[in-house]
């Protein structure tokens, strides 16, 4: 079974969630602030509605009756839902620091241990959605935004946006978080733990292999414009410097 409900804006949020007090309650809230949403009880429900629905954000309980979370995770990541790669927050009741890293290897962009605040949920989507935002029309007024172009990639930073030769490539949040803080670090060793500080915001002392399952699918995506990931053995990652950044705002 599956629910929809329509609000102010067209910002979409899916819902997979069995539990259907905690369903109704969140469909309730993100409609509420104006969000478009759609619900659904089971995974493969919401697989499916990755591709017919289109969402923004999708709100994935780990423990489904049906298909795992975590699978449900990764064949969205793997684009077996569509090419199209929404924000994926997660939703559980296990609070152990390996169920996050494990979330986050898959791809999810932020995890939500129950119970938490639906206020805070609420404001958390908001603040993903507001990290992927389209960019402004020509009519609408709007300040500069910060590009990197690098080779053949370019960042449009604030709109969110990823070029390879021209061609947009659709990231996570994570992996634009990644690709940016690389670019503003070009030419310097980044160890993984100072990227799990810093970019994912994790505790230091963390022993994992999430950086690493990043970065491949980030070089994958990347295509041509991969090689400019560079791997220094032993160490961590860090951006060539065999291109210039140019900068424009």
Known sequence: MSAESNGTGDRRVLVVEDEPDLRDLLTYN????GFTVKATETGAEGLEAVTRFAPDV?????????IPGTEVCRRIRGGEAGSRQPAVMMLTA????IDRVVGFE??????????????ELVLRVGAILRARRPAPTAAQAAPQRRRYIVGPLELDVDG???FVGGSEVHVSTLEMRLLVYLVEHRGRVRSREDLLEDVWGYKPGVSTRTIDTHVKRLRDKLGEAG???ETVRGTGYRLSAEHQVIVKE
């Open 30 to 33: 993100l409609t509420a602030a």
């Open 94 to 97: 296990k609070g152990e620091e």
């Open 58 to 66: 999708v709100l994935l309980d780990l423990m489904l009756p049906d």
């Open 160 to 162: 969110y946006h990823v």
């Open 106 to 119: 898959l791809g999810a962009d932020d995890y939500v241990t129950k119970p938490f605040s639906v206020r």
């Open 227 to 229: 090689a400019l990931v």
